[in-house]
DNA sequence: GTGTTTATCGTCAGGAAGACGACTATGATC
DNA sequence: GATCATAGTCGTCTTCCTGACGATAAACAC
């Protein structure tokens, strides 16, 4: 007898939430230690489980209210403090994902400014600011020396999804701000491209670049100097979201 | 007392299909008569129930074959015969999306070449390729004078999604000829972008960039006056997959 | 003041794209 | 068979964008 196709089994379904930021001119990622098996001890990606009445951006915007404190933005409402860009990143449902049971989760990407210390959440003991790059290398050692574990579950994998979606897409949306505080410089906004794709950019040419793009920046009026140096206008995000023609990556 | 985070609800997880061709230069999806309640009669995206052994991606490759006849593309195989280009899309999981029970349906995009008339499987009374203007405009008349109620579920949102994301990747890829033939020409290629975006381009500008693009394609040898007209040379897709710099489509 | 750092403006050459003219090779029609 | 319509293909010209890089400006440290 054929697969009766009306029949379903049921499966758990999670949000994993891979959280970005640029501290220190290099991109993190929010990692939290499980403290429960399976990889108990181990760094993995924040998230949890959906609820029967949340829909998945809400329960994505949940979990990042609870990890991070940032509250997610609508998208289509106007920048506001402590807010985070959150989108859907995909789905992983790999039948042996989890050992425990037939998990399904629906990944979420997470942009956010630079924060002070993370507050640890949930079931997690502790949590951290991690740059990607340590916590995608596998065996090798991280900045404090500790071994490099590889993440838990997938989600290497997961977060090296959402890392190349953070790069691609502030080639051609105005996303790059969203890592920035409310008020940013030409300068703070172009060590944020050169963290993220890793690489040098010509300041002339990007300052061209963005200021010549309309929409994108707005002119505050005020100055700072915080990155010393001749003081530098401050702007705001701008309307625009997209693009056109898109920046650059360079080659290489 | 709070929520239990280590609770969980159980969800049905399903897939859904956006299956896009282009046919008489305009851009068609795949939809299928629901024969049981809800939305008993009304036009809908395939899909089904993912099996308790399958990923996603293995899913959404059975539901392609049982619909089309088609094989998904291996992404990293050279394109063979009768394949098509299947990515995973996006997830929907809204809690009221379906009235029976709580579904999570992870809907991928697939882009098939010009087919003969589509097979019915499942549990669908019936399978056309209809344009995807008629499906997603509410409340109009379709070409054959039939009322064009909407698709059912959340479907026409998730169609509406896979068109913009098909319409945006053949700007920087050469998936546009996952829509083609294996051999086809210069003008073929034109018009499936045409029909994708809905706008005229020009052949001659169309010709130098795409002949232009190292990798894009590859001569056959081999001419073809299917479409009337002079001797047009035949072109297989080459190796590149990404386009660089991109096909732009035209303002407005 | 001198040096260092960062910001900002300007110049120039090369490449890509839009607009469009011109020519070519078929089939259809008179 | 001459003519016409249809598509395909090659070029030209102008404009815009980018990368490379010189030069100036305004702060701070000493």
Request: proline share 10%; charged share 20%.
């Amino acid at each position: 007898m054929p697969y009766d196709p009306s029949a379903f089994a049921p499966f758990a379904v999670t949000v994993d939430l891979v959280v970005l930021t640029v501290r220190r001119h290099a991109l993190c990622a929010l990692a939290v230690r499980r403290g429960e098996s399976p990889f108990q001890g181990r760094w993995a990606l924040p998230g949890g489980f959906v609820r029967p009445d949340e829909d998945l951006s809400q329960a994505a915007a949940r979990e990042l209210m609870e990890e991070t404190g940032l509250r997610a933005h609508d998208p289509d409402a106007p920048a506001q403090v402590n807010g985070a860009h959150l989108e859907q990143l995909a789905t992983y449902g790999d039948p042996g994902r989890d050992p425990r049971m037939r998990v399904v989760s629906v990944a979420h990407l997470a942009l956010a400014p630079d924060l002070p210390a993370p507050r640890a959440g949930g079931d997690a003991n502790s949590a951290r600011w991690a740059p990607v790059e340590d916590l995608l290398q596998q065996g090798g050692y991280g900045r404090d020396g500790e071994q490099a574990a590889p993440l838990a579950f997938d989600h290497a994998r997961i977060l090296a999804d959402g890392v190349e979606r953070a790069r691609s897409k502030i080639e051609y949306s105005s996303l790059a701000t969203a890592f920035c505080p409310p008020e940013f410089t030409v300068g703070e906004l172009r060590r944020v491209y050169e963290a993220v794709w890793g690489v040098a950019l010509d300041p002339r040419n990007f300052h061209r670049k963005v200021t010549g793009t309309p929409g994108f920046l707005v002119p505050t009026g005020g100055t700072t100097t915080r990155q010393g140096g001749r003081p530098a206008q401050l702007f705001r995000a701008g309307g625009a979201t997209l693009l056109n023609p898109p920046m650059l990556r360079p080659e290489v």
